[in-house]
């Protein structure tokens, strides 16, 4: 199994340019989290990454081969979206799940009939209802089923918990997982719902305005996450050359979130205390609007 | 089972503290098959690359052995090398504080040593 290279990705629509110079690569039988505010350019970038949409700029390599028009690395990489195709071309709509389900097994050259069987019961769905007949919820759960049983070595989930009650997300992070240990391959989840897979990631893209703000392993990276809390003079002189992020303050109560490394010589006051903060912090205060930011 | 994460440290670090608790509260006997990488992994939600982290924290330690093909086990003498470890780091985790705390309180030598005897008494099954 090779790497996915994306290099120096830009994507324009009109005047607008939605992805600029991104580059990232994805290794082999990892789990990914690609972050994003709403408009951020990550359903954009997941669809440039199965060629669905073409880059304006940019390659995607799957090893040494691009993957552009290159039927036999596409059929490597599956992308499970709000908008993919089941919802968009007419007669798949109408057809049941269990033929949706075929037609792919013909397209991808395979697919897991068994994992498929237990994971639609567990859900509770039916193999024969078309698909167009589905809530919300239940279309989520029918993609989600195809997403994990086709043999492909990369996974990238564009919503993956769109509509799901906590039950059925708790049903599809233990799926995944199962998928993941009996065949290990490589996901991306792009999700809004952070702290449900924080730890479930081992890498962490964040996709701001465009860009890569982000690329690193989890642990690194909540690793460079403190909060420091204690008297505002004690917080100010012990974070004067830390990177801040956010700050609020409440009385004489300070609280700062720095993300980076701490002055290895510089002691820490009593007063002060030192925890960390989580990946949806980390997230909400590096994608927050500059302008508030700064002010 | 029940485990619970902060964000204090490494969740890997959180996870082999939470299987040593388990082994030193009985919870898992010496002897005993612990639950899989993978299993845990499902269950807790978390990358099973690091369940697996934790866990070798402990199979390093000696405290958990894993038999090929067969799955993790509680080591023997794994409970006697936790309360071991324990004793030799009750000092500084707790005596220390509570020092600290006392002397921040204004509490006297003799005032926080009635109160450890207190906490004797009313805790009954005291020291074996």
């Known amino acids: 199994m090779d790497m996915l290279k994306i290099s120096h990705v830009e994507k324009h629509f009109g005047k607008k340019q939605v992805l600029k110079?991104?580059?990232?690569?994805?290794?082999?039988?990892?789990?990914?989290?690609?972050?994003?505010?709403?408009?951020?350019?990550?359903?954009?970038?997941?669809?440039?990454?199965?060629?669905?949409?073409?880059?304006?700029?940019?390659?995607?390599?799957?090893?040494?081969?691009?993957?552009?028009?290159?039927?036999?690395?596409?059929?490597?990489?599956?992308?499970?979206?709000?908008?993919?195709?089941?919802?968009?071309?007419?007669?798949?709509?109408?057809?049941?799940?269990?033929?949706?389900?075929?037609?792919?097994?013909?397209?991808?050259?395979?697919?897991?009939?068994?994992?498929?069987?237990?994971?639609?019961?567990?859900?509770?769905?039916?193999?024969?209802?078309?698909?167009?007949?589905?809530?919300?919820?239940?279309?989520?759960?029918?993609?989600?089923?195809?997403?994990?049983?086709?043999?492909?070595?990369?996974?990238?989930?564009?919503?993956p918990v769109l509509g799901l009650d906590a039950n059925h997300r708790d049903l599809f992070y233990q799926e995944l997982l199962k998928s993941y240990s009996n065949r290990p391959r490589t996901f991306v989840i792009s999700t809004h719902l952070i702290g449900e897979i924080d730890q479930l990631v081992e890498h962490v893209l964040i996709l701001d305005d465009g860009r890569i703000i982000v690329d690193q392993p989890t642990e690194a990276l909540l690793d460079h996450c403190f909060l420091i809390s204690g008297p505002v003079k004690a917080v100010d002189e012990y974070t004067q050359d830390l990177h801040i992020i956010h700050q609020q303050t409440l009385a004489n109560i300070k609280t700062a979130y720095v993300f980076g490394k701490l002055n290895d010589r510089q002691a820490i006051p009593d007063t002060v205390k030192i925890e960390h903060y989580d990946l949806q912090h980390l997230f909400m205060y590096i994608t927050n609007d500059r302008g508030l930011e700064n002010a | 089972m029940h485990f619970s994460f902060d964000q204090t440290s490494p969740i890997y670090q959180q996870i082999a503290a939470q299987l040593e608790e388990m082994i030193f509260t009985g919870g898992f006997k010496e002897g005993s098959q612990i639950p899989s990488t993978n299993e845990l992994s499902r269950e807790l939600h978390i990358n099973p690359a690091t369940v697996l982290k934790g866990m070798n924290l402990l199979v390093d330690a000696g405290l958990l052995e894993k038999h090929r093909g067969m799955g993790t086990f509680v080591s023997k003498g794994a409970h006697a090398q936790v309360v071991e470890e324990r004793r030799k780091s009750f000092y500084d985790e707790y005596v220390v504080n509570v020092v600290d705390e006392a002397q921040k309180l204004n509490l006297s030598e003799e005032r926080l040593i009635e109160l450890i005897k207190r906490g004797y008494e009313e805790n009954g099954h005291a020291e074996n």
């Open chain 1, 21 to 159: 110079d991104v580059s990232f690569e994805l290794a082999p039988n990892k789990i990914y989290a690609l972050l994003g505010r709403n408009g951020a350019g990550k359903s954009t970038l997941l669809s440039i990454m199965i060629d669905a949409l073409r880059a304006n700029k940019g390659t995607i390599k799957m090893g040494d081969q691009p993957i552009s028009d290159n039927d036999e690395m596409l059929g490597k990489i599956y992308l499970m979206s709000s908008e993919s195709s089941l919802d968009n071309v007419m007669f798949q709509r109408y057809l049941k799940l269990k033929d949706i389900f075929k037609a792919n097994e013909s397209f991808y050259g395979g697919f897991d009939w068994e994992t498929a069987g237990q994971m639609v019961n567990k859900f509770g769905i039916s193999l024969d209802v078309a698909y167009s007949k589905f809530s919300t919820g239940q279309k989520t759960m029918a993609k989600l089923v195809l997403a994990l049983c086709l043999p492909v070595d990369y996974v990238f989930l564009d919503e």
